[in-house]
């Protein structure tokens, strides 16, 4: 009994190193382009990407530890947290561009998932 609730904790603990990785690339992200137009790119190219990886390893079946850290730095990447003070603390041309651009990328990109992982799994 004691190693099958080890096997549980095993991606709960992958998610949290995941995340940790996550969040300090979205530092790094935010460090690096601090412009407000830089960050906007910045914002939707890492959700594009993270979702669209996060949408692989979802419909790509079971998860494995590796998977779980890759996942916990996507939805920690992503952070829509992020984007929504990003949306209200820019001027107003920016702050629509953030609204509407950053969930346009991250579905468009859960879909290429989606769709990557449906090609793979035939």
């Known amino acids: 009994m004691p190693a099958r609730h080890r096997d549980a904790r095993t991606p709960t ?11 300090l690339l979205r ?14 790119v910045a914002t ?14 979802v419909a790509s079946g079971a998860m494995s530890t590796v998977r779980a850290t890759l996942f916990g730095l996507c939805a920690s ?9 990003l949306t209200i603390s820019q001027p107003p041309t ?4 953030f609204l509407i651009g950053v969930p346009a990328a991250a579905l ?3 879909l290429c998932g989606l769709l990557a992982a449906r090609v793979a799994a035939r």
Request: proline share 4%.
């Open 94 to 97: 920016l702050s629509i561009a």
């Open 13 to 23: 603990v992958a998610l949290v190193i995941g995340g940790t990785a996550g969040a």
């Open 44 to 57: 939707t190219v890492t959700a594009a990407v993270a979702f669209a990886v996060a949408g692989f390893i």
């Open 77 to 85: 990447a992503a952070s829509l947290s992020a984007w929504s003070v």
């Open 27 to 40: 530092y790094a992200v935010a460090t690096a382009w601090p412009q407000p137009k830089q960050l906007w």
């Open 108 to 110: 468009a990109g859960l």
